[in-house]
């Protein structure tokens, strides 16, 4: 099945710095990808939606200047945490619908620590 | 906008036995449910979907059923086995290639 790769899979940072965090679909082309947050036991909350050459959708709640979404080519798409607070910690989860039925696939994940 | 709930949040069973896990969702408009498993500390997994347009759907030991009017939808594994353990997610869209909507997720534990 189709791939999708996440880089770094786990970044530990100071506070006040940014973290730029990568979703790749390996074998197949995405004009949308999804990214989600999830914290420690709960459920995966969709954050914003990313797409290829224009403006990402961002959902109620969500600062999109503080999470910048670029989505600059049909393979890629990065998200940049920047001044980053211990509450910002949390496991960033990328998808991307593919294959002949739109699946989406899941990234492995980045575990992000800010201390 | 939707909204998805699921329940239990945890669930244990006896090895062998069958796990089942229940969903409603709150916009009719949605077409598309998936089912995820997640281990600890990775992303989820698609272990099984149906769409709108048909009632019930199995693949080998999983089984899905989706009841439009009432607007529920539920996971059925049978034979358990200890690799079943995990956290398992159901999920609402638009469409396969839209947004999707998590429920809070059922933590299944299956005993030996």
């Known amino acids: 099945g189709a791939v999708v790769s996440q880089h770094p899979s786990r970044v530990i940072c100071k506070s006040g710095t940014s973290v730029k965090i990568e979703c790749r679909s390996l074998?197949?082309?995405?004009?949308?990808m999804f990214w989600y947050r999830q914290f420690p036991k709960q459920s995966l909350m969709l954050m914003a939606t990313?797409?290829?050459?224009?403006?990402?959708?961002?959902e109620q709640g969500v600062e999109k200047d503080k999470f910048l979404i670029n989505h600059a080519s049909l393979t890629l798409s990065t998200l940049t945490v920047t001044s980053a607070h211990p509450e910002d910690s949390s496991f960033y989860i990328c998808?991307?619908?593919?294959?002949?039925?739109?699946?989406?696939?899941f990234g492995p994940g980045t575990r992000l620590t800010v201390l | 906008g939707e909204n998805v709930e699921q329940h239990p949040s945890t669930l244990s069973v006896q090895e062998g036995d069958s796990a089942v896990i229940k969903c409603t969702y709150s916009?009719?408009?949605?077409?598309?449910f998936p089912w995820y498993k997640q281990e600890l500390g990775k992303g989820p997994q698609l272990i099984i979907d149906?769409?709108?347009?048909?009632g019930e759907k199995k693949d080998q030991r999983i089984a899905v059923t989706l009841n439009k009017t009432a607007k529920h939808f539920s996971l059925h594994i049978t034979e358990t086995q200890p690799e079943d353990s995990a956290v398992y997610f159901c999920?609402?869209?638009?469409?396969?290639?839209?947004?999707?909507?998590f429920g809070s997720g059922t933590r299944l534990s299956i005993r030996p």
């Open positions: 998808s991307a619908p593919g294959g002949s039925t739109d699946t989406q696939y």
């Open positions: 074998d197949f082309q995405a004009t949308t």
């Open positions: 990313s797409n290829e050459g224009s403006k990402a959708t961002y």
């Open positions: 916009d009719s408009a949605s077409n598309y």
């Open positions: 149906i769409r709108s347009n048909v």
């Open positions: 999920a609402a869209s638009w469409g396969s290639a839209s947004k999707i909507i």
